[in-house]
Structure formats: structure tokens, C-alpha cells
């Protein structure tokens, strides 16, 4: 795997001053004292001078070490008596008649401390490179490659997807066993598109599957093509199919194709852009490589809808494969993946963690057994108990606890019949998902309490009946609200965006309204998998718009009055509840069933009856 390491002023610095530690030291060992030659003089009479080499117009030479017996230092003088042999010779020092050089000793003291400093420099400047390509490696792809060693997931790695997992097992077919195909005349398909939701797994699975082939795996943004620069990000193409040729069998991936693939001419100004020009050279490359060479193109996205139509067709992504939102089976087999790396208590029901989880995907179950584990250990437990997965959900659903929220006495009643309504509500009508917890502790960036429903099951399928005692839950807590105090709050505000947005799909798109009949008015949203709420313009007249809005206004008053009689009838479980949470400040669902039954009050079958 590349590893790639940052770089910091501090080893700049750190290599200047060794430099400069050896330079001195060099200097101080090879110096060469330049002294007076009267002093010359009187070191030879003193017996103080080893050897000399005598040139033209100077004297160089080596004092005596008297102490550790080896040679003394340097020295160099002035040349000026013609005579000085007879003398030499008279104090028995040795003389010869040329200076020895001493060109190689300071070209070493002033060259080495130099290519030093070079080296260093150009040492961190090969750092710098790998996080920061240099002009000429523009044009290079900025591809992370895995190969065999560096990739250690496999299809047990991946859980949920069963059915993804086994679109893709023919591809690790094909790469393990090439021939297999190819007898018959079949081809492989070039590209392989994965699509669905953020979190679902796509990256993973791709992964998956180059290390249960044993093959390089070739990964990349789509983003990462594009450049300021005209044509780099085509140079980038060009240069990163190279490389998948020469390491084949090998496989691509292009995490967020949408950054490169999106249709041609959808929100640009001009006809041609960088964009555009990369996406054209992915065309030609992916019709270009002939598909026996066992180079696989896969890619990941959560918006196809944008993808231009040249991307999609038979001979390129001609092979889609949705990786959807895990089911509850699919969310336990995650669970127990995740579950290999914590410890955990030996009774752990994993099946009951899944139920309390719908909707959620891999990165959203990864994330609550994290939390999890967190949450025991500042707890400082030495196992993770089902107390901290039930507070967990609570945290990724809900939000944090804030505890130290002061709410005065006047709000926290008015919060505390808010949600009891809710629950009350939630109990006495059929198609309901159960309560499971009440709070009145704020949580989150603007909830000052919460009803949480856990379904026991998941659902694929919503009758009318069930739809419209969803939206009598939403407002169960403005009309408790109306019922205790004669007046209401903004506490709802969220409640009833809900409850209007589930009744204006139910006029619009489900054809439940009688006047409005079976027709369908609402356009489809931006995305399948990111849910932006961003619809096109309406193409109705100005009078079906007011009829959809009437029946709107209809169908939410009519639940609105609803959930106000069942909690006039129950008005007695009503403030015995508030009570219990302004006491306690939470509830279980099963405390408020035990209410309901007390008071001889009717549950959700006898309520739908």
C-alpha cells in the first residue's frame, strides 16, 4: 500500500544545522595556523618544529605533539630568509624543497558539507513529490494502487448484500480463470457499475472482489481527473489505462463516477470544458482495450440518473448492480462483521440490535457498534452489554444528550404532554410502529424531547389507513398540547413538515384523494438515492394545484381531529404519563401500555375496529 508522509520545515532545519556541525568540525581538524616567521624561528630553535616543506614564497609545516606523541598541528609562514637550510639542518628537522598541496583537503572540508546539504534537500523534495506532483508529472494518474499483498478483504469481509455479492462472483471467476470463458467465445463485461445509496458498500465490495481474484486494484475519484488545466485530465485517462494494461489482470475502480460521467451539456455554459473532454477519453479507452486482457473497468455511484447515456450502454457499463439499503437480515449479518472486532457480553441479542435499526446502512451500522464501544469504555466496562447498543441507536437517531440544557418548569410540561400525545396516539391506532422509549431530556441541535418507534419488521408497502394514522401520530403532540394548556407551540414545527409532506405524496403521488382520483402529478426527484427533495416545475393547471391543496388541508385536519378525540378519551393516561416523565424524565413503551391497561383504556386492535 503507498504510504505517503508529510513533510515539515522542521527537517529542513534539522539537516542545516548538521551540515553546519560537520563543516566546523572539518575546519577545526584540517586548519592550517598562519603564524609570523620570527615565531617560525623560534619554534625551530625551541625543537617544537617536525617536519616543513619549503616553497618559493612560503614555509608549511607540523608542529611537534610533545604530549600524545602524534602529529602536532598546521602551520604556514611567510618565506623570508634564503638561508633557512643551514639552520634546519643544524636542529635536525626535516626539510623538503616543494609545499605539499593541500587542494584535495579543502576541496573535501568546503565540497562534502555542500553535497550533503544537497542531499538532504533533494531527499525531502522526493517526499514532497509523492504528496505534491511536480510539472513534469502532471499528466500522471493520481491511481492508488493495491496489489496482491496490500489487499486483505474478501467477500467475508462484505455482509448485506448477498445478491450484489453474487453478480460480482463471475467477475473473480473470470479474473482467477480467464480461459473458462473465452473457450465458448464469451466475453466478459467490460464495465461494472455499482449503484445505490451513500454507505451501502460499493467501495468495499470492489475491493472485495480484487482480493479474492489476487489482482492489482487499480483506485481512483472520478474528481481526481479533472484539473484547472486543459487536457490533463484526459492525459490522466490515457496514462492510467497504460498502466492497467501492463499489471493485467488488474482490475479499475472509479469511486463517484458522477464527477467525471455526468450527461454532456447538463449544467455547463459552453460545448466544450475539461470535463467533458476527460469523459470523451474514458469513452475511447473503455471502447478501445479488448476485453481478454482481463482488465476490469468498476465504478460506483449513488446518482445514475445523471450518468450521460454513452456511459451506460451494452459495451461499456453494460452491467449494473444495485447495492440497496440492507434488510433486517441483511443489518444483523453486517452487525455480527462488526461485532468480530469489539468485545462483547455473550447474551447479546444481535437480532433485536437489527430490528431497532431500519433504514440504516453498513457505514450507519459500523458507526453504532463504534458508539457503542465508546460508550463502554468511559464507562470503563470491560464488555459491551445490549445497554449500550440501546443507547447507541438513541445517539445516531436522536442525537446527544444534553442534560445540562436548563428548560424552565412551564416548558418542560408543555414538552412533556407534547410527546405523551405522540404516544398515546401512537398506541391507540392499528399500523403503527410500537413506542419504545419517551424522553423529555433535549438531544440533538433543536429536540427537546422524542417518541422513539421501533417497527418490528420492515415494510415495503403502506396502506392508506396506515398513512394517515402515521400523520395522526405526527400531530398527536400539537393537540395534546391544545388540550392541556388552550394553546400551542412551535414545538411542532417538525412534526407537521412531516405530516404535510406524507399527505401531499399521498394526493399527489399514491392517487389516495377521491377528487383528485389515480393520477400522478409529482415529478421524480433529482436523485433515486439521495432524497434533496428537489422536483422539477409542476405541470398541472392552477386548479388542480388548489384542488391538491384542499385535499392536503382535508386529509391532515381530518387526522388532526382525530388524534384530538382519542387523547380527549384518554385524558386521565394523559397527565398520569406527563407526570411520570416530568418525574423521571424518560419512559419505556411497555411503563405506558401498563397505563393504558390500568385505566381499562382500548389498545390499537379495538381503536381500528
Known amino acids: 500500500m503507498e504510504k505517503h508522509h508529510k513533510f515539515s520545515i522542521w527537517y529542513v532545519l534539522l539537516g542545516v544545522w548538521v551540515v553546519l556541525i560537520i563543516h566546523n568540525y572539518l575546519v577545526a581538524v584540517l586548519a592550517v595556523e598562519v603564524i609570523p616567521y620570527s615565531r617560525f624561528l623560534h619554534l625551530v630553535k625551541q625543537g617544537k618544529v617536525a617536519e616543513v616543506a619549503i616553497g618559493t614564497n612560503q614555509i608549511q609545516g607540523r608542529l611537534v605533539d610533545g604530549e600524545k606523541g602524534g602529529k602536532g598541528k598546521l602551520f604556514r609562514t611567510v618565506r623570508v630568509d634564503p638561508e633557512i637550510s643551514r639552520l634546519l639542518d643544524e636542529y635536525n628537522v626535516t626539510f623538503k624543497g616543494e609545499v605539499e598541496s593541500t587542494f584535495l583537503r579543502d576541496l573535501f572540508s568546503w565540497l562534502f558539507p555542500i553535497f550533503l546539504f544537497v542531499g538532504v534537500w533533494y531527499f525531502f523534495m522526493k517526499r514532497m513529490t509523492g504528496q505534491q506532483p511536480g510539472f513534469m508529472s502532471l499528466g500522471k494518474n493520481k491511481a492508488r494502487i493495491y496489489m496482491e499483498d496490500d489487499l486483505n478483504v474478501t467477500f467475508d469481509d462484505v455482509a448485506g448484500v448477498d445478491e450484489a455479492k453474487q453478480e460480482l462472483q463471475e467477475i473473480v471467476e473470470f479474473l482467477k480463470n480467464p480461459s473458462r470463458f473465452t473457450e465458448l467465445g464469451g466475453k466478459l463485461p467490460k464495465g461494472v457499475l455499482l449503484v445505490g445509496p451513500p454507505g451501502t458498500g460499493k467501495t468495499l465490495l470492489a475491493k472485495a472482489v480484487a482480493g479474492e481474484s489476487g489482482v492489482p486494484f487499480f483506485s481512483m475519484s472520478g474528481s481526481e481527473f479533472v484539473e484547472m488545466f486543459v487536457g490533463l485530465g484526459a492525459a490522466r485517462v490515457r496514462d492510467l489505462f497504460v498502466q492497467a494494461k501492463q499489471k493485467a489482470p488488474c482490475i479499475i475502480f472509479v469511486d463517484e463516477l458522477d464527477a467525471l460521467g455526468k450527461a454532456r451539456g447538463f449544467g455547463t455554459l459552453g460545448g466544450h470544458d475539461e470535463r467533458e473532454q476527460t469523459l470523451n477519453q474514458l469513452l475511447v479507452e473503455m471502447d478501445g482495450f479488448d476485453p481478454t486482457v482481463g482488465v476490469i473497468l468498476m465504478a460506483a455511484t449513488n446518482r445514475p440518473e445523471i450518468l450521460d447515456p454513452a456511459l451506460l450502454r451494452p459495451g461499456r457499463f453494460d452491467r449494473n448492480i444495485l447495492v440497496d439499503r440492507p434488510d433486517k437480515k441483511g443489518r444483523e449479518a453486517i452487525l455480527r462483521v462488526h461485532l468480530k472486532q469489539i468485545k462483547t457480553v455473550k447474551n447479546l441479542d444481535v437480532e433485536r440490535i437489527a430490528a431497532m435499526t431500519p433504514g440504516m446502512v453498513g457505514a450507519d451500522l459500523a458507526n453504532l457498534v463504534n458508539e457503542a464501544a465508546l460508550l463502554a469504555v468511559r464507562r470503563r466496562k470491560k464488555r459491551v452489554s445490549m445497554k449500550e447498543f440501546e443507547e447507541a441507536v438513541e445517539r445516531v437517531m436522536a442525537g446527544l444528550e444534553k442534560k445540562n440544557r436548563l428548560i424552565n418548569e412551564k416548558e418542560r ?56 394514522n402515521r400523520i395522526a401520530t405526527l400531530l398527536g403532540g400539537r393537540a395534546a398540547e391544545e388540550i392541556v394548556f388552550h394553546d400551542i407551540s412551535t414545538g411542532a414545527h417538525n412534526d407537521l413538515a412531516k405530516a404535510t409532506d406524507i399527505a401531499r405524496s399521498m394526493v399527489k403521488e399514491y392517487g389516495m ?29 392552477e386548479a388542480t394545484a388548489e384542488l391538491i391543496d384542499r385535499e392536503v388541508r382535508r386529509i391532515i385536519d381530518a387526522q388532526y381531529e382525530k388524534a384530538k378525540r382519542l387523547l380527549e378519551e384518554k385524558r386521565d393516561v394523559l397527565d398520569r404519563g406527563a407526570a411520570v416523565l416530568l418525574e423521571k424524565e424518560k419512559m419505556e413503551g411497555e411503563e405506558l401500555l401498563s397505563l393504558l391497561e390500568s385505566a381499562g383504556s382500548s389498545g390499537p386492535e379495538a381503536a381500528g375496529a
Open 413 to 468: 410540561r408543555i414538552v412533556a404532554y407534547h410527546e405523551m400525545g405522540h404516544a398515546l396516539v401512537a398506541l391507540s391506532l392499528p399500523g403503527t410502529d410500537p413506542v419504545r422509549k419517551i424522553s423529555i431530556i433535549p438531544r440533538g441541535i433543536a429536540a427537546l424531547g422524542y417518541t422513539m418507534q421501533v417497527p418490528t419488521e420492515d415494510r415495503f408497502l403502506m396502506h392508506k389507513t396506515e398513512l394517515e
Open 513 to 541: 384523494s377521491e377528487k383528485v382520483g389515480h393520477v400522478y402529478f409529482a415529478r421524480e426527484r433529482t436523485s433515486r438515492f439521495l432524497d434533496t427533495g428537489v422536483q422539477g416545475a409542476q405541470e398541472y393547471s
